[in-house]
């Protein structure tokens, strides 16, 4: 009879979900990876009780509220640096968020990471980013041995998330000041993101909201949002979305001052 991978060698007790938002089944108490497809139970965790706080904050200001085209679910925080996966057939447009229950409506306007007045900003940090965009090689070396108390500024090697595969595929550049914080990033792709957050010092996690995150690709833009929350394992723990799918993305940061 073949043995379950996932049966002993990652069955711990952790604080971790036991239903699996990747596949949607249910796993044992304290099981670390999902058994069925591998998404990691504990980060989930995190993430959701991060995006529990931001939805228990909008419920007391309805001003922050989104709604959006498509009924996007607003799950949580910051960095969307690997968000221009998979974009393709969108036009370059100003997105506006239908009032929903009289709450009022939202404009996202994601070009002005581009030209508003924090674009001078943003071109000084991406212009960092190509003098130190990491290679493969120091992508994995950070991957491999990350520091377990990274700083949340610097520059970050992005691997994609997929059940119990890891695919290196954004650089970025983060700038802290004060409690906030300006990044920008590359996908592998040419993509770009630019945007800010804010951290939630009660939660403990950073968060970026909709009108916070803009991304750019073959001269369109994109809005999007995210959360950020240190890994216990090391780097950083990422949930994010964007205005044009439903899809929630999962990836892990990992400062390139782990090894350099």
């Known amino acids: 009879m073949a043995q379950d991978p996932f049966a ?38 995190l993430m959701r009780l991060a995006a529990d706080t931001m939805m228990a904050g909008e419920g007391k200001s309805k001003e922050r509220r989104t709604f959006l085209v498509g009924a996007v679910t607003v799950l949580g925080l910051l960095f969307v640096l690997w968000l221009g996966i998979n974009i393709s057939g969108f036009s370059a447009r100003l997105t506006s968020v239908p009032e929903n229950g009289g709450a009022p ?13 924090d674009a001078a900003v943003y071109a000084a940090l991406e212009r960092s980013l190509n003098d130190s965009f990491p290679t493969a090689s120091q992508a994995e070396t950070v991957r491999l041995n990350p520091a377990a108390n990274p700083a949340p500024e610097g520059t970050f090697a992005l691997y994609e998330r997929l059940g119990t595969s890891m695919t290196f595929i954004v650089g970025a550049v983060v700038k802290m000041e004060g409690d906030k914080y300006f990044f920008a990033a590359r996908l592998l792709d040419g993509s770009e993101v630019r945007g800010m957050g804010r951290k939630d010092a009660q939660a ?41 799918n439903e899809r929630t993305y999962q990836a892990v940061a990992y400062s390139l001052r782990a090894a350099y």
């Open 105 to 117: 409506t939202v404009t996202l306007r994601p070009f002005v990471f581009w030209d508003g007045a």
């Open 8 to 45: 002993q060698e990652y069955k711990e007790t952790i604080d971790a979900d036991a239903v699996c938002s990747q596949c949607g089944k249910e796993n044992p108490e304290g099981t670390l990876l999902c058994r069925y497809c591998g998404n990691n139970l504990r980060d989930q965790r």
């Open 204 to 244: 403990g996690h950073f968060r970026a909201e909709w009108t916070d995150v803009g991304i750019r690709r073959n001269d369109s833009y994109y809005a999007g949002f995210g959360a950020l929350a240190a890994n216990p394992d090391g780097g950083f723990a990422i949930m994010a979305g964007v205005d044009f």
